[in-house]
C-alpha cells in the first residue's frame, strides 16, 4: 500500500483548495463509539436508535433521550483528540467538514471557522421549537431536561435527528467547498448517509481527487493500480485514521 500512501502525499502536496470530510471512525480511536454501536453499554442496547434520536422519540420519552445524550456528553468529555484529530487541525489551509458531533477537532487545534458540522454538535442545547435560543452545555456536568427561557418549550441537544433537514446555511457552505475543491480526504466514513454523503459526489464531478481513508474497503472505492503504474481518481488507503492520516502529513 506504500505506492497509494506516496501517491496520495504528492496529491496532498498540490493541492490548492483541500478538505477534509470524516465519520465516526475518525474518532473512533478517542474512544467515541460510533452511533449504532452499543455492544458495550447494556445500558442502551435496548432501544433502537429512531427511540432517542428522533422527534417521535423526544416526545414519547423526553427524559430518557436527555440521558442518552447526556451520557454521550460526559463519555465525550472524557475524550481526547487522537493522532488524526490533530494532524488534520495543524492543517489551516483546510476546509474540515465532518458528519460528527463531536468537538475533537476543535480541541485538536482547528480553527472554529474551519469546521463545518454537518450533523450540529454536543456542546450546545437549543430550543426544540428553534424560536432562536441556545446554550453551550458543560460536557462534564450536562443539566437534565429543562424548559426553553424565551418560548417555554424543551430544550435539547443541537443535533440533527432522524427525519430533519441538516442546517441549511452549513450545507450549502459545505457544497460549495465540495464544488471549488480539488481534492477530497475522506476519513472514516462509509458514505451511506444521504445527503451528507453526496458532496463526495459533487466533489468528484466537479473534478476533485477523492483519497479515502477507512479501516476496510468501501463499495465506493475506485482506486486500482493499473498496469502502467497509473491509478483512477480515487484512492483507498485501509486502515486506522491515527496511523494513515499522520503519514499523509509527516512530510
Same mark, same amino acid.
Given at each position: 500500500?506504500?505506492?497509494? $500512501?506516496?501517491?496520495? !502525499?504528492?496529491?496532498?502536496?498540490?493541492?490548492?483548495?483541500?478538505?477534509?470530510?470524516?465519520?465516526?471512525?475518525?474518532?473512533?480511536?478517542?474512544?467515541? =463509539?460510533?452511533?449504532?454501536?452499543?455492544?458495550?453499554?447494556?445500558?442502551?442496547?435496548?432501544?433502537?436508535?429512531?427511540?432517542?434520536?428522533?422527534?417521535?422519540?423526544?416526545?414519547?420519552?423526553?427524559?430518557?433521550?436527555? %440521558?442518552?445524550?447526556? @451520557?454521550?456528553?460526559?463519555?465525550?468529555? *472524557?475524550?481526547?483528540?487522537?493522532?488524526?484529530?490533530?494532524?488534520? &487541525? &495543524?492543517?489551516?489551509? @483546510?476546509?474540515? $467538514?465532518?458528519?460528527?458531533?463531536?468537538?475533537?477537532?476543535?480541541?485538536? #487545534?482547528?480553527?472554529?471557522?474551519?469546521? !463545518?458540522?454537518?450533523?450540529?454538535?454536543?456542546? *450546545?442545547?437549543?430550543?426544540?421549537? /428553534?424560536? #432562536?435560543?441556545?446554550?453551550?452545555?458543560?460536557? =462534564?456536568?450536562?443539566?437534565?431536561?429543562?424548559?426553553?427561557?424565551?418560548? +417555554?418549550?424543551?430544550?435539547?441537544?443541537?443535533?440533527?435527528?432522524?427525519?430533519?433537514?441538516?442546517?441549511?446555511?452549513?450545507?450549502?457552505?459545505?457544497?460549495?467547498?465540495?464544488?471549488?475543491?480539488?481534492?477530497?480526504?475522506? $476519513? +472514516?466514513?462509509?458514505?451511506?448517509?444521504?445527503?451528507?454523503?453526496?458532496?463526495? %459526489?459533487?466533489?468528484? /464531478?466537479?473534478? =476533485?481527487? $477523492? !483519497?479515502?481513508?477507512?479501516?476496510? /474497503?468501501?463499495?465506493?472505492?475506485?482506486?486500482?493500480? /493499473?498496469?502502467? +503504474?497509473?491509478?483512477?481518481?480515487?484512492?483507498?488507503?485501509? #486502515? *486506522?485514521?491515527?496511523? !494513515?492520516?499522520?503519514?499523509?502529513?509527516?512530510?
Amino acid at each position: 500500500m506504500q505506492h497509494l $500512501i506516496d501517491f496520495a !502525499i504528492s496529491k496532498i502536496k498540490n493541492a490548492k483548495k483541500p478538505v477534509s470530510f470524516s465519520g465516526a471512525g475518525l474518532s473512533a480511536e478517542s474512544g467515541i =463509539a460510533t452511533f449504532r454501536d452499543k455492544s458495550e453499554h447494556a445500558l442502551w442496547a435496548r432501544f433502537d436508535p429512531v427511540q432517542l434520536a428522533s422527534q417521535e422519540g423526544f416526545r414519547e420519552n423526553p427524559e430518557r433521550v436527555i %440521558d442518552w445524550y447526556n @451520557w454521550r456528553r460526559e463519555t465525550l468529555s *472524557k475524550a481526547s483528540p487522537n493522532a488524526a484529530h490533530t494532524t488534520l &487541525a &495543524a492543517q489551516h489551509n @483546510w476546509l474540515h $467538514i465532518t458528519q460528527n458531533v463531536d468537538n475533537l477537532l476543535e480541541s485538536g #487545534g482547528a480553527r472554529e471557522n474551519n469546521v !463545518i458540522h454537518l450533523h450540529g454538535t454536543l456542546d *450546545k442545547d437549543r430550543c426544540n421549537s /428553534q424560536c #432562536g435560543y441556545s446554550e453551550k452545555v458543560d460536557l =462534564a456536568n450536562p443539566k437534565a431536561r429543562r424548559d426553553c427561557p424565551d418560548c +417555554g418549550d424543551t430544550l435539547r441537544p443541537a443535533v440533527v435527528w432522524f427525519g430533519e433537514a441538516l442546517p441549511e446555511a452549513d450545507l450549502m457552505r459545505a457544497a460549495e467547498a465540495a464544488r471549488k475543491t480539488d481534492l477530497m480526504l475522506v $476519513i +472514516g466514513t462509509s458514505a451511506a448517509v444521504m445527503p451528507a454523503a453526496g458532496l463526495i %459526489d459533487i466533489a468528484r /464531478q466537479s473534478g =476533485a481527487d $477523492i !483519497i479515502t481513508v477507512n479501516t476496510e /474497503q468501501s463499495n465506493r472505492a475506485q482506486g486500482r493500480a /493499473q498496469s502502467d +503504474g497509473a491509478l483512477d481518481s480515487d484512492i483507498e488507503l485501509i #486502515g *486506522k485514521a491515527t496511523e !494513515i492520516v499522520v503519514q499523509l502529513f509527516a512530510n
